[in-house]
């Protein structure tokens, strides 16, 4: 038998060692008949296990993954492998092709600390010298110990969750995905003055099946989309982008035909023209209506990140950062006004951050963060619940890759909309004496406790006495967490609410990123200092 | 893990047999990313992920696609290569092709791997820890690290016969200590070295300590205009900011900073910036040992961006080069990266400074506007006032608005280069040689009580 990788690799590759990748996907999975269930992943997975148990670990996984990802980039009617603006991407390469990678990672328990090693090549061989190889790096890292890691139990699960979706993206001839975004660039182009014009998709499949020594058999199958497009416009020297994108879904290819991005071609370029041309905002305490387009990446900084318990605790102090947020805060912090209502929520359909399981297989679930304005929640996961005292985990170790080892991600964190009959964006803005419109994502940078946040947009109209007057450019406000939430006035009614997926949270040392979304409806936000960047 | 130039050539003269296009280009990457992370004073992480790729690129005529595959038996690497072909065929003409690079391409021999940076391993980055723990303990101080390890192998070959292969083995040590009471933070680091040897774990952990205790209890004072002194770590950050504008099309087509009056014209050959800014790619760096192989296996050349304030050179991608009659650049503006410096120390900054601000760290460093290349950012783990030649007081943290094309205009003070990583992340290359700098009137736009 084989001892190293090279000389494993030296036979001729997996193929004579193990079913190759082809053999194992020649038919499709789904909840009847669960790839798992007839493949040898139950048996490495057990292996493995048995193994690791053998070494002395007291917790060890196995987490086998298979991922596809494929990126279409159209610029001016032509795909391309420069993409534009970036929708996401999945990381996929640009250009059409797909990306397909296939591995697993190993992480154990041993002597009271964490151990992880990961390979491409799967194979029973490899898997040996994997679950070897990460007891050995638990081992050698109790040397630097201060305290044992301490996991809040999971029941035992076998069960299988794939997104609900309606037809593969990977099934789909390129002709048809490229004719929309083809069709969409050809219709901004008809301005003729758009600089350029540009499309995207990205779809990206997940298939994971998690083994874990409390007793799980966990197989997932996930589908993302992202799509969007761009427009391109100059204006004696002055360059502005309108960007339509319906963000990110966990979906099939159907997300793509329902995001219409053809029909909402002649508006982004006629915007993007009159962006270009627009005079800049003037600098001072103004009135903002959010729409949840813009909303979502405000959540995401400022309430979303500071509520991560592994923040709060240190885990990140070297790279994303603390938290203002402390555990003593819990049930006292009044972190907005009592219209603000937020939730975590991993069941969400089509919420990005949406999974059957966490990583460390712990089920999907829904839980409040902030209640009538209150700090009531955190997200945690099986090694950080015990420092809030709960004894079990709300399901929030993820790992992007099966490269890559789990941590602590977020969930799709939603603001509630407000209550049947509350003000509709009509009636924010006929509430508005000075203020501004917001739309879209643009600029955004937060301090690393998630205190003194600056965000733009992709659009900006000015509202004067009640109506919107005209488009105004050089857009950023400025705020400091709890006041800004402090000074919500209004949220709309629940058929208002929109979630909007991300395009890429990075976090973690080596980085890694995620794709949560976050839902609201718009908001009005009273006195909030605007256009200090451009003052 | 690594993988030898003959293993290499191998795969990738297995996919050119295997392909059948009128031309046929293979990329390949593999090899060892590891990492320890420790925080709360333990470690939280540590890890080896082994991986590797091909990325097939088939054309015919005009037309082009790319897989992706991470699987080396014959099986995945015949489905992926179908799979290029089938969509390639199927895809439009794409009048921005390019005919392959042809061999030969005269690559600088760079030697880039020292074996104890190579076989630097989990236990020596926990002992690393251990030793960074132990003084955090004395100090009284909590520690976050991260030590990460790259032994990576890069290739590209095609079908017109060129093969170029690269490997290089480096490391970083990067701390950030606070005290218990959340008062105080301190941030000190080493990257991209090529020789693990240099990484001083005591010296750093000293210096992060030392800061995290100095930066206690920090007081507000009033956002404005600035003289500020950038340590190497804001300074690279700052640095990079001016490089998204240095390629050629953006600026040709009327989108960035360095576009002309006049569509298709650039800035180039005018002095935007001070006389004290030289910055270079100069490959095979001593010190960096960077990549040798350039744009789709070019050459990659020494490249003189910024000559004392006078913009020289931006990049031309191969086909922008085709298009508009320039030669192709081949490197890209962060590869093997080299500010020149001068000799002023910080300590004798501070000493020359009326009033100012000693700056450890830039976080968050986002785009505001992309013409006049404004961007937003925080300091970060340590900011102080200087006044009269010392620094007086631990400050709260500002929030900056300020664009490079201001700041590389108004420095009045250089130290000597130092490698330091470039990009927010340590974990792709990215280090470059830059010089602390004293800038003056530096915008802080409003105060964080963040520490």
Known sequence: MPQNRRDFLKTAGVAGAALTLSDLWLAPASAQSPRARSGPWRTWGTDALKQARALGCTYADIRFGRKRSQALNVRNGQLTSAGGFS????????????????????????????????????????????????????????????????????????????????????????????????????????????????????????????????????????????????????????????????????AGYEFLVKADLKGNAERVAAEAVEHSMAAPVSAGLKDLVLKPSHLALTIHEIIAHPTELDRIVGYEANYAGTSFVKLSDLKKLKYGSPLLNVYADRTHVGGCGTVGFDDDGVKAQRWPIIQDGILVGLQTNRETAHYMGETESRGCTFANHWRNYPFLRMPNIQMQPGKPGSPTLEQMIADVKDGVLVEGSGSFSIDQQRYNGQFGGNAFWEIKNGKVTRMVTDFTYNAITTDFWANLDAVGPPESWEHHGMDGDAKGQPVQSNYPSHGSSPCLIRKVMVGAAFS | MSYSREEVKAITDKILNMAKADAVEVDFQGGERSATRYANSSITANLIEHDQQVNITVYYGQKSASTVTHQFDDASLKTAIEEAQALARRKPDNPETMPLVKPPQNYVPVEAVIDRTANFGPAERAAMVKKSLDICEKKGVVGAGYIPKLHWTQATANSEGLFSYFRYAEASLILTCRTPDGTGSGWAGQTGLKDVSQIDPVAITERAADKALKSQKPRAIEPGDYTVILEPRPAARFLSLLLTSMDARSAEEGRSFMSGKERGQTKVGEKLFGDNVTIKSVINHPVLRQSPIGEDGLAAQDVTWVEKGVVKNLYYSRYWAQKTGKQPTATQPGLSLVMDGGTTSVEEMIKTTKRGLLVSFFWYMRPVEQMSILYTGMTRDGLFLIENGEITAPVQNFRWNETPVVGLNNISALGPPEPMHTGEAYDQPGTAMIPAMRIEDFTMTSVSPAV
């Open chain 1, 87 to 250: 929708f996401g991407g999945f990381g996929a390469t640009p250009g059409g092709g797909v990306s397909d990678t296939y591995g697993f990672g190993v992480r154990v328990i041993h002597s009271g600390v964490w151990g992880f090693a990961s390979s491409p090549i799967v194979a029973p061989d490899e898997i040996r010298r994997v679950v070897q190889q990460a007891t050995d790096i638990a081992r050698a890292s109790a040397m630097a110990k201060r305290f044992d890691v301490k996991l809040a139990p999971v029941p035992a699960y076998d069960e299988f969750y794939e997104t609900p979706h309606e037809r593969d993206p990977f099934e789909v001839p390129l002709e048809e995905k490229l004719a929309i975004l083809t069709e969409a660039t050809s219709e901004i182009q008809k301005n003729k003055q758009i600089l350029f014009a540009t499309a995207q998709v990205s779809f990206s499949h997940d298939w994971k099946f998690l083994v874990t020594s409390e007793g799980s058999f966990i197989e997932q199958s996930l589908y993302y989309c992202s799509c969007g497009t761009s427009a391109t416009a100059r204006t004696k020297g002055q360059v502005k982008t309108r960007i339509y994108t319906p963000g990110a879904s966990t």
